[in-house]
């Protein structure tokens, strides 16, 4: 199935969705444009996009497969594929891939996750599979235990591992703590999930000779957002024209970005879908333009990845610079916000975690402890609200837990890292 024309698929939408219909309701009949259209509302298009008796699907369910998805609510949807769509898919990202340098004859070992309706670990076969240079893949799977995927990987000599951010570093700090050599790696493929300095280095760390880059910029509910780009900074991407649209909004007044350099939210149209069409529908990053290409964009995070400690509002990024600022040794490979509430009121705690033969909690008391206070001092730096409410009485200070990176919470369908653990009581 080739790209739509957009107006076309606008036609096709109002005609045949009954939740688009009544989204369009009041525009004229005809709109070839994408700024003439609404931005979709998440929550107006899951309660809509119910499993049975939809309102956002052009047609029955009949032929389709099925995928579990949290969109960016953080609760399971279900998003679908005609064949035909999925083809397209697979596809067209799988074209993408020679740009993070797959070669031929390349093994390379999918480690994502499968089922429970789960799309990664097929989808990144599937891509593979329609890839345009030939490749050996090793259909390993994310759930697999470390002590097995270590020497199945040694044994058939797997060349690219490719695997959400969080499944890779626990790999890599299994490889390091069983001191296992896997030299015949030589490219690592993350998606998924953001990649930090400090994860970083500890892929560095288990896989000296790998390049890491990412593996594709694409989310089961929105589709293809973004082809990798290659150069020195794996957040790059182009988007995959003519398949899909990506525009980058104001945050206040989701009026379109043209400039390179200024964030906004990112939201997608999606032009080779009918059964579930996609028209303006925000992924749930953020992204600027950098203007070093047709289309590149750069992905900065999540768009609502944070959290709410009090009357303080903390973001994931906040925290991570505050690590690269203050960790100048490198000692720490992962982090978590943790939110807790106890005495009547909240109180939030950095779980850091360290590398293996590294580990902060048996090194001397004072070295530690410097480290934690200069990563509690840089971020209250950047959110100065924090301490301002601690003298109130508002919030607890902030503290620093140590850990492993296997000792961080995931999500356990999809393995990928919880950047936020909320474990305040709720009634």
């Not at 953080?74 to 999925?86: I, L, N, Q």
């Not at 990144?124 to 235990?145: E, F, K, M, T």
């Not at 009918?274 to 995070?301: K, N, Q, V």
């Not at 943790?338 to 850091?352: E, F, Q, S």
């Amino acid at each position: 199935m080739s790209a739509q024309q957009l107006s076309d698929l606008i036609r096709f939408a109002r005609h045949n969705s009954p939740y688009y219909r009544d989204l369009y309701a009041s525009l004229p009949p005809h709109v070839d444009r994408l700024t003439d259209l609404p931005v979709v509302d998440q929550q107006e298009f899951w309660a809509a996009n119910a499993l049975h008796d939809s309102r956002v699907l052009t047609g029955g369910l009949s032929e389709a497969t099925v995928y579990k998805t949290g969109g960016t609510t953080g609760s399971p949807k279900f998003s679908v594929y005609t064949r035909d769509e999925w083809r397209t898919f697979v596809t067209v990202f799988g074209d993408g891939l020679v740009d993070t340098g797959l070669r031929p004859g390349h093994r390379v070992a999918d480690l994502f996750y499968a089922g429970e309706l789960y799309a990664s670990f097929l989808f990144v076969l599937d891509s593979l599979s329609h890839a345009p240079v030939d490749n050996v893949r090793l259909p390993i799977g994310g759930g697999a235990p470390l002590e097995s995927t270590i020497p199945t990987l040694r044994d058939l000599a797997a060349q690219v591992l490719t695997g959400t951010t969080t499944t890779l570093c626990r790999l890599a700090e299994q490889v390091v703590a069983s001191g296992v050599r896997l030299d015949s790696v030589e490219l690592l493929l993350f998606g998924g999930e953001a990649l930090f300095d400090d994860q970083r280095r500890l892929l560095a760390t288990a896989f000296p000779g790998a390049e890491v880059r990412s593996v594709g910029y694409a989310s089961v509910d929105a589709g293809l957002l973004g082809r990798p780009v290659p150069g020195p900074d794996a957040r790059v991407h182009r988007a995959f024209t003519p398949y899909a649209v990506v525009e980058i909004l104001d945050d206040s007044t989701d009026e379109p970005i043209t400039e390179p350099g200024r964030p906004g939210r990112v939201v997608v149209t999606s032009l080779f879908r009918r059964l579930m069409p996609i028209i303006r529908y925000p992924a749930g990053d953020r992204a600027e333009w950098t203007g070093t290409g047709p289309g590149h964009f750069r992905i900065l995070g999540r768009a609502e990845e944070g959290v709410r400690v009090g009357p303080v509002s903390l973001y994931t990024q906040d925290a991570q610079d505050a690590v690269a600022a203050a960790d100048t040794a490198g000692h720490v490979v992962g982090m978590q916000l943790v939110v807790r509430r106890w005495d009547g009121r909240d109180g939030l705690v950095l779980r850091l975690a360290t590398a293996p033969g590294d580990d902060a909690r048996d090194q001397v008391a004072d070295g530690r402890e410097a480290l934690a206070r200069a990563v509690v001092a840089e971020l209250e730096t950047v959110r100065p609200l924090y301490p301002d409410s601690v003298r109130a009485g508002f919030v607890h200070p902030l503290s620093v837990e140590w850990a492993r990176h296997r000792d961080l919470a995931v999500n356990p369908r999809s393995g990928k890292l919880v950047r936020v653990l909320d474990e305040r009581p709720t009634a």
